[in-house]
């Protein structure tokens, strides 16, 4: 298998998480997105990464597919809850990690524009979402002190990590009134899934 992505990506950062927790060998093919042929566009017709190509040649997207196929394909361990509440619970905060994500690469986009020509608004309601969908984020990893050590971590905690360590790369300031926050990202940095994904 092989897996299109960029180092910073962090829905190809949720993936490559997912591979290492899983122990589920694929090789990892960087791409450059500022080309307008790079190689997941033949596999992917919106461009985008993370793909993940499977060994009969036929390609899954987008991250939240990709980590359920991988969840079919490896049970054990899982990372994903039987149980159906449970289950919904780490999908909802998927989700919200995901809009984390996304609204902060909107953000991100939005600030390279020339001064004069940025949406104000735009960049203030951006912030405003994100800032409380990580309000949201930092609740949740109070129940998550010591899963640094634990023997896989969940979506619910991949996810986080793939989120808030792009926030910290792309927009710090947002970080700063989350100390808790801050603090279970770092205790974090010890699992090998984790500091060996770091976004460069
Ligand atoms: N919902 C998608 C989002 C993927 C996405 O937006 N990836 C970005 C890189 S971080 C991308 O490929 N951007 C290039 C483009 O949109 O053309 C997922 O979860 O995989």
């Known amino acids: ?14 993936v490559r998480i997912v591979l290492l927790e899983k122990n589920i060998p694929c090789e990892v093919e960087w791409v450059n997105l500022r080309t307008q042929d790079h ?17 009969d040649g ?13 969840e079919v394909l490896r049970p054990d361990p899982a990372i994903i809850p039987k149980d159906p509440e449970a289950r919904i619970e780490a999908l909802r905060v998927e989700a919200l990690a995901s809009g984390i994500m996304d609204t902060t690469i909107a953000w991100v986009l939005e600030q390279r524009h020339a001064a004069d020509c940025q949406d104000l608004n735009m960049l203030q309601r951006a912030r ?9 984020l930092q609740e949740e990893t109070m129940a998550w002190k010591d899963v640094g050590s634990a023997p896989v971590l969940n979506l619910s905690q991949i996810a986080t990590v793939a989120a808030v360590g792009y926030v910290d790369l792309r927009a710090p300031d947002f970080l700063v009134q989350f100390p808790d926050l801050l603090a279970w990202m770092h205790s974090m940095r010890l699992r090998p899934s984790v500091s060996a994904t770091l976004p460069q």
């Open 58 to 70: 036929s390609a899954v997207y987008d991250s939240a597919v990709i980590v359920q196929y991988l």
């Open 39 to 55: 190689a997941a566009l033949a596999h992917n017709p919106l461009g985008k990464i993370p793909v993940l190509l499977r060994n």
């Open 1 to 14: 298998m092989r897996l299109f992505a960029t180092e910073t990506s962090p829905y190809a950062r949720k």
């Open 128 to 136: 405003g979402k994100v800032t409380t969908a990580l309000a949201m």
